[in-house]
């Protein structure tokens, strides 16, 4: 019984962290960041409501927004696997998430590219590749990543992880 009272007294349990502040700065990226990514997607619906409404007033198509819907998907993915990668890196063990949610990913990722090629065989022509950039970065930026934890979980940090 003494064991569990000691651990669950924040005042006798230690964090990894050497310093109080890091939680802190986390913190606050993880809010700088939400606001940006917020700020910028609002922003890209009320472009795409004023071509809807008035598409004489500003220079763009609704075309033209999705193109900046789908550079904001990819801004917001890169940014979503960065500070998994550097807590990982941090804590040297990537205990405490699942990794078969990463595996999944991999095999979407893999399976999105083999669509833009299986495209590209059946139409004869590079387009179909050249034609969906962000589907093609979207995949390649979802392998890359999940092939950098599948190595930190099971090559790098093997054992502190289980």
């Given at each position: 019984?003494?064991?569990?009272?000691?651990?669950s007294?924040?005042?006798n349990?230690?964090?990894?962290?050497t310093?109080?502040?890091?939680?802190?700065?986390?913190?606050?990226?993880?809010?700088?960041?939400?606001?940006?990514?917020?700020?910028?997607?609002?922003?890209?619906?009320?472009?795409?409501?004023?071509v809807?409404?008035a598409?004489?007033?500003?220079?763009?198509t609704?075309?033209?927004?999705?193109?900046?819907?789908?550079?904001?998907?990819?801004?917001?993915?890169?940014?979503k696997?960065?500070?998994?990668?550097h807590?990982?890196?941090?804590?040297?063990?990537?205990?405490g998430?699942?990794?078969?949610?990463?595996l999944l990913?991999l095999?979407?990722g893999?399976?999105?590219?083999?669509?833009?090629?299986?495209d590209?065989?059946?139409n004869?022509?590079?387009?179909?590749l050249?034609?969906?950039?962000?589907?093609?970065?979207?995949?390649?930026?979802?392998?890359f990543?999940?092939?950098?934890?599948?190595?930190?979980?099971?090559?790098?940090?093997?054992?502190?992880?289980?």
């Amino acid at each position: 019984m003494a064991l569990y009272r000691h651990s669950s007294n924040p005042r006798n349990s230690r964090s990894r962290s050497t310093s109080g502040s890091d939680s802190g700065k986390c913190g606050y990226l993880r809010t700088v960041v939400a606001v940006f990514v917020g700020v910028f997607v609002l922003a890209v619906c009320v472009l795409g409501g004023l071509v809807g409404l008035a598409p004489g007033l500003l220079a763009l198509t609704m075309l033209d927004v999705l193109y900046l819907l789908s550079a904001a998907k990819l801004a917001i993915t890169i940014f979503k696997y960065l500070p998994q990668v550097h807590e990982n890196y941090r804590r040297q063990s990537t205990q405490g998430w699942n990794i078969w949610n990463v595996l999944l990913d991999l095999g979407g990722g893999t399976l999105s590219i083999a669509q833009l090629l299986l495209d590209c065989v059946r139409n004869k022509e590079w387009a179909p590749l050249t034609g969906n950039p962000v589907k093609l970065l979207l995949g390649n930026i979802s392998i890359f990543f999940d092939v950098v934890f599948v190595l930190q979980h099971y090559c790098l940090y093997p054992y502190l992880s289980r």
